[in-house]
C-alpha cells in the first residue's frame, strides 16, 4: 500500500496548501496590480488601497442585497457577481471624488510622493469611518449559490482515497476572474493606445506631457483600473472567507510585501509577488504532521506538528519576507523601481 | 518680411534673475538655424522660451502668422511645434514602435506610413522596432527621440544638443539626417555644443553670449567671423 499512502500525501498537500494558495494567490495578485499600478502612474504608495478593498465589497454586498431582496440570483454562481459591476462604479466614482476634492490639490501642488503617501494615511481613515459607519465593523458572509464543485466525502469515496479534496466554487471562481482579469489588463496595457500612453507618462512625464498625452484623463483612466481591479479583489476574498473590515485592513501588508517583492511599479511583478506572498505564506504556517505521516515509515513518524510557523504569525512572513528582499535586492524579482 | 517662426524681443528666465535679454531667434521652412555660444550663455532657455517652457516678461512668439506666446507646451506641439529634451527624450521603457505611436500621440489618422517614412529615414530603427528603446545605444537612443518628435509631423522641429554624448561619427550621422528632415520643408532649430560641426550644416546662426544676440549671420559666414572664431570656437 506504499503508493496509496503518496497519493494520499500529495492529495492532503493540495486540499490544504495548494488550492488554497492559488485562490487567495490570485486575490492578491489582483490587489496588488491596482496598488502597482497607481504606484507606477500617480507616484506614490497608496496605503488606502486594503480600505479601498472594503469599500468596494460593501458596495458589492449592499447591491446583493438589494438583489436579493429583488429576488434576483445568478442560479448555481453567487448574486455578488451580479452585484460586482455596479459595486466597481460607485467604487469608481468615490475613488474619482476623493481624487478631485484631495489628491488632485497635491498633484497641482506637484508634492513629493511622501506627502501623497501621507496623504493617502488619511484617505485611509476617513475610508475605515466610512465603511465602519455603513456596514459595520462585524464578520459578514454574502456568499449564496452552489457552494462546492468537489467535495472531500465524494472524492474519498470516488478514489477509495483516506483523504478528500476540495475545490470550493469560489476558489474555481477566483482563479477564473483573476486570470481573465489579469490578460485584459495585460492587453489593455500592452495593446491599446490608451494603455500605451498610460506606461508612456508613468516612464517619462514630461516626454508624454510633449507628445499631447493628456494627464488629467490618464490619473481618471488610473483610478478606474485601479477600483475595478481592487473591487474585485476584495469580492473574490469575501466570498472565498468572509467580509470584515479589519482583516481587509490587515491584508495592506502582504499587499505591498508582494508589490516589493515582485518589482514595485512592474504589472508582472505584482503577480508573481502575489502568488511568492500567498504560497510563502500557507506553506510555512501549514502543519506537516499528516503529511510526513503518510509518507515516512512507523518508526520515523513525527511527534509535534512539524509545523513552522503557528498561523497567528501569518502576517511576520510577509513582514520577514519584505524586510529581506529591500536588503538583497530592492528592485524585486522583476526590475522595478527602487522605492 | 517675416519668417515663419518668429520669436522677437525675449526677456524672462526662471523666475529669479532674467536669463535671457531681448532675444531674438528667428527661423523660416527649409532652413536650418543653430543657437550657439558658451556655457551658461542662456541657449537652452531661449529655446525652452520658444516652447512655452518658461514664462517670458516680454517678447513676442509668431508661428505662421498667429500668436503662440499664450498658448501651453502642449498646445504649441498640436500648433507644429516639436521638441527633442537634451536628456530624457525617449520612453526608455517602451519599445521603438511604441516611442513613435506615442509621438503621435494628438493624430487621430492612420500613422503607419508615417512610421514606415521614419524607418527610411533611419533604417536602423526598423530592425529595432520591437526592442525596449532604453536598451538602444547613445546614437540609436537619439535617432529614437528626433523620429518620436517627427510623428507629429510637425512645421518646426527644436533639438536641444542632439549631439550630446555620442561618438564624432554618429554626429556626422545625426547631422546627415537633420539636413534631410530640413529638405522635407521643416522649420529646424538646434541648440549646440559642438559649434563648429552644427554651423557648418546651419543656413543661420545665432550667437548667444550672456543671454543675448552677440553674432547672427549665415552659418559660414559666422564661421569665417575672426570676432566669432576666437571667442569661443578655439581659433
Redesign the interface.
Same mark, same amino acid.
Do not use: V
Given at each position: 500500500m506504499e503508493n496509496f499512502e503518496f497519493i494520499n500525501a500529495m492529495v492532503l498537500l493540495a486540499n490544504f496548501v495548494i488550492v488554497p494558495a492559488l485562490s487567495y494567490g490570485s486575490q492578491l495578485a489582483l490587489a496588488t496590480l491596482s496598488l502597482t499600478i497607481i504606484y507606477g502612474v500617480l507616484r506614490f504608495s497608496n496605503f488606502a488601497q486594503a480600505d479601498w478593498m472594503s469599500f468596494g465589497t460593501m458596495a458589492t454586498i449592499l447591491f446583493t442585497w438589494l438583489f436579493q431582496s429583488a429576488g434576483i440570483n445568478a442560479g448555481i454562481l453567487p448574486t455578488a457577481l451580479l452585484a460586482l459591476p455596479f459595486a466597481i462604479i460607485v467604487t469608481a466614482l468615490f475613488c474619482l471624488l476623493i481624487d478631485r476634492s484631495v489628491y488632485s490639490f497635491y498633484r497641482k501642488q506637484k508634492s513629493q510622493p511622501i506627502v501623497l503617501m501621507i496623504v493617502s494615511v488619511g484617505v485611509m481613515f476617513i475610508l475605515q469611518a466610512v465603511v465602519r459607519f455603513i456596514i459595520g465593523p462585524n464578520d459578514r458572509k454574502f456568499f449564496d449559490g452552489e457552494k462546492y464543485i468537489v467535495h472531500a466525502l465524494d472524492f474519498k469515496n470516488y478514489f477509495g482515497l483516506e483523504e478528500g479534496l476540495t475545490i470550493k466554487s469560489t476558489q474555481l471562481i477566483t482563479v477564473i476572474v483573476a486570470l481573465v482579469a489579469m490578460i485584459s489588463l495585460f492587453y489593455f496595457l500592452q495593446k491599446t !493606445?490608451l494603455g !500605451? &500612453?498610460m506606461? %508612456?507618462y &508613468? #516612464? #517619462?512625464e514630461? @516626454? %508624454? @506631457? @510633449? &507628445?499631447?498625452? #493628456?494627464p488629467e484623463k490618464i490619473v481618471i483612466v488610473t483610478w478606474i483600473i485601479s477600483s475595478i481591479l481592487i473591487t474585485t479583489a476584495g469580492v473574490l476574498y469575501g466570498l472565498d472567507k468572509s467580509f470584515k473590515p479589519f482583516t481587509y485592513f490587515n491584508l495592506l501588508l502582504p499587499m505591498f510585501a508582494a508589490a516589493i517583492v515582485g518589482g514595485i511599479g512592474s504589472p508582472i511583478g505584482a503577480v508573481i509577488g502575489g502568488y511568492v506572498i500567498a504560497f510563502s505564506e500557507i506553506t510555512l504556517t501549514y502543519a506537516y504532521k499528516k503529511f510526513f505521516v503518510y509518507l515516512l515509515p512507523e518508526s520515523l513518524e513525527p511527534s509535534g506538528l512539524m509545523q513552522v510557523l503557528s498561523t497567528d504569525y501569518k502576517f511576520a512572513i510577509s513582514f520577514i519576507i519584505l524586510v529581506i528582499v529591500l536588503i538583497v535586492r530592492p528592485t524585486g524579482i522583476v526590475r522595478g523601481k527602487i522605492i | 518680411m517675416t519668417k515663419f517662426l518668429s520669436c522677437t524681443n525675449m526677456t524672462g528666465g526662471y523666475g529669479g534673475e532674467d536669463i535671457i535679454h531681448s532675444c531674438d531667434i528667428e527661423v523660416d521652412r527649409n532652413q536650418i538655424v543653430v543657437i550657439v555660444g558658451p556655457n551658461g550663455a542662456g541657449k537652452s532657455t531661449a529655446m525652452k522660451a520658444m516652447l512655452g517652457m518658461i514664462s517670458l516678461k516680454e517678447g513676442s512668439l509668431i508661428l505662421d502668422g498667429s500668436d503662440i506666446s499664450k498658448l501651453t507646451p502642449q498646445d504649441r506641439v498640436a500648433a507644429g511645434i516639436a521638441f527633442v529634451p537634451q536628456t530624457m527624450n525617449i520612453f526608455s521603457e517602451l519599445t521603438v514602435e511604441e516611442n513613435l505611436e506615442m509621438g503621435a500621440f494628438l493624430r487621430e489618422d492612420n500613422v503607419k506610413e508615417t512610421i514606415e517614412e521614419i524607418y527610411n529615414l533611419f533604417p536602423a530603427m526598423k530592425d529595432k522596432r520591437n526592442q525596449l528603446a532604453g536598451e538602444l545605444s547613445g546614437g540609436q537612443r537619439q535617432q529614437v527621440a528626433v523620429s518620436r518628435a517627427l510623428m507629429t509631423r510637425p512645421k518646426v522641429l527644436m533639438l536641444d544638443e542632439p549631439t550630446a554624448g555620442v561618438s564624432p561619427i554618429v554626429m556626422k550621422e545625426i547631422f546627415e539626417r537633420i539636413k534631410t528632415i530640413k529638405n522635407s520643408g521643416v522649420a529646424i532649430v538646434i541648440v549646440e555644443q559642438n559649434a563648429k560641426q552644427a554651423l557648418n550644416i546651419a543656413d543661420f546662426g545665432y550667437v548667444l553670449v550672456g543671454g543675448e544676440n552677440k553674432f547672427s549671420g549665415e552659418g559660414q559666414a559666422l564661421l569665417n567671423n575672426q570676432e566669432v572664431r576666437k571667442s569661443f570656437l578655439g581659433g
Open positions: !493606445k !500605451k &500612453s506606461r %508612456a &508613468s #516612464n #517619462n514630461d @516626454l %508624454a @506631457l @510633449l &507628445s499631447g498625452i #493628456n | -
